[in-house]
């Protein structure tokens, strides 16, 4: 197919496809979809050989946000029985990070829900850094507190954050739609103080949300453009008690065209299955290897994910492997660019040639990480206040029930976070 070959070939130079192009391939068919991912795949390897990168979610506060972003449980008016707690204390969410990182995970991404960060909000935050970085000081650790202020970026950054994570989630046009208590140009101001501060940006979207092939290429193409190390793609997971519990407009082979798209405008920067990998891509979620380098591990924020061991298995079985604190993650010609820090490599240009290094986190989309967290969520609970759910709420876990099409709605792979932070149950990880 000449259209895989130009893709591939543009993709192996880092050269940027045109819209035509990443529009062609949301179009392809699925007679054609093990091409696109084995021409994905080609670019993936040529960059990121055959590693996987986990990252690991902790939730540091949920729920009770006053933003209204439609596609999150913990929105301004949730229903979503969800958990909800103020901030973890520091050793708290230092245990639930080594949970991950025990786990295989070389990333540690802290959410907290809210608009965004207050300074003392930045303070708590850095005490967390220093816990899980004294207890390993190899760890990875993402931010992910919303909307940031000006110099909070570099105190993060002093404070030992690696990366911080803010998510564009959809086209600029359709922001508004989705989003109305902070605007697009908000989440690009973030994005660009975390790279102005020294910080690996961590930026991706969300699809799902009745979105057009046309915005898609749109934001994909506006991450290139703020050159984040690594993108998250976000399933939208349909929550029920959130304006978009009807969404279920994803299949798995969807999934797969949107996870090559973002491959071939991003060939060489972290491409991350993020929040709904389980649900929308399902059993093809070994081909989404092929395609993207980066997983999380576990659970998300406020939904679960497979078991933890469940996602080595899968790692193993398709002839992938977990990518170790000693390797990095981004190829040496953008390692260099982030001055070998967090997302940097050791070896050959390409990742094959020797190792990479990486970075990125999620953003704060209930997906797989937030929205335009961070913020000023009306403080319900006193900032001590130990977040604690008894064993018994485990037994009542909520399955979602908005099922729309017996072929494609599973509503019942969604289910909601009640083990892990925040709770007194031992994390999936
Ligand atoms: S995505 Fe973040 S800012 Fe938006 S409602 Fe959810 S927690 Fe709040």
Redesign the pocket.
């Known amino acids: 197919m000449d259209l895989l070959d130009t893709l591939t070939d543009k993709g192996l130079r880092r050269e940027l496809p045109t819209r035509e192009e990443a529009l062609a391939v949301l179009a392809t068919t699925d007679d054609d979809l093990l091409d696109v991912v084995a021409a994905a795949g080609r670019v993936r390897r040529q960059w990121f050989g055959r590693r996987v990168k986990l990252n690991y979610l902790v939730n540091l506060k949920s729920?009770l946000?006053?933003?209204?972003?439609s596609?999150?449980?913990?929105?301004?008016g949730?229903k979503a029985e969800i958990l909800k707690y103020t901030w973890l204390k520091p050793d708290q969410a230092a245990e639930a990070a080594a949970a991950g990182v025990a786990g295989g995970a070389k990333r540690v991404c802290l959410?907290?829900?809210?608009?965004?960060p207050t300074d003392r909000d930045i303070d708590r935050v850095a005490d967390t850094i220093a816990a899980i970085k004294g207890a390993d000081e190899q760890v990875e650790v993402c931010a992910c507190l919303?909307?940031l202020s000006d110099n909070q970026a570099e105190r993060l950054k002093a404070a030992g954050a690696d990366a911080y994570n803010h998510n564009l989630?959809t086209s600029e046009s359709t922001y508004g739609d989705i989003?109305t208590?902070?605007t697009y140009a908000d989440r690009v101001d973030t994005v660009t103080k975390a790279h102005g501060a020294g910080l690996s940006a961590c930026s991706g979207l969300i699809a799902g949300m009745g979105e057009s092939d046309e915005d898609l290429v749109d934001v994909v193409f506006a991450l290139r453009e703020l050159d984040p190390d690594s993108v998250p793609v976000n399933f939208l997971i349909p929550f029920e008690g959130t304006p978009l519990a009807e969404e279920w407009n994803l299949t798995p082979q969807r999934c797969l065209r949107i996870l090559a798209m973002v491959r071939f405008v991003c060939p060489d920067i972290e491409v991350r299955i993020a929040g709904g990998r389980e649900v929308h891509l399902r059993s093809m979620q070994p081909l989404g290897l092929h395609i993207a380098n980066s997983i999380f591990l576990g659970d998300y924020?406020t939904s679960e994910g497979q078991a933890g061991q469940a996602d080595l298995d899968m790692i193993k079985d398709a002839g992938f492997e977990v990518e170790g604190a000693e390797q990095t993650t981004l190829p040496r010609h953008r390692a260099a660019a982030t001055g070998g820090g967090c997302g940097s490599v050791c070896g050959g240009e390409s990742a094959e040639a020797g190792c990479g290094s990486g970075s990125g986190c999620g953003?704060?989309?209930?997906p797989t990480a937030?929205?335009?967290?961070?913020?000023h969520?009306p403080e319900q609970a006193p900032d001590d206040a130990a977040p604690a759910v008894s064993a018994a709420a485990e037994a009542s876990q909520v399955s979602q029930v908005s099922q729309v099409s017996d072929d494609e709605a599973r509503t019942d792979l969604v289910r909601v976070r009640r083990r892990g932070a925040g709770t007194e149950l031992a994390p999936n990880a």
């Open positions: 729920g946000c006053p933003e209204d972003c596609y999150c449980s913990q929105r301004l949730s959410v907290a829900s809210g608009r965004g919303g909307l989630n989003t208590t902070h924020l953003g704060h989309e209930e937030c929205g335009p967290c961070g913020g969520a």
